[in-house]
């Protein structure tokens, strides 16, 4: 569980890097934001 814990956050920090460039599209950050969150959900519900 740590260890995807550790590339859940991988993840973010380069999803994060990734909002950086699109800060402009609007639309395509909220999708990724909501994605986000429902990895986050399925992550908690069923693997921790």
Do not use: C, P
């Not at 994605?35 to 399925?42: A, E, K, M, R």
């Amino acid at each position: 569980v740590l260890g995807a814990q550790l590339d859940v956050e991988a993840a973010h920090s380069e999803i994060l890097k990734y909002f950086q460039s699109v800060t402009s599209n609007r639309w395509l950050m909220v999708k990724i934001f909501l994605i986000l969150i429902v990895f986050f959900i399925i992550f908690v519900v069923f693997l921790a």
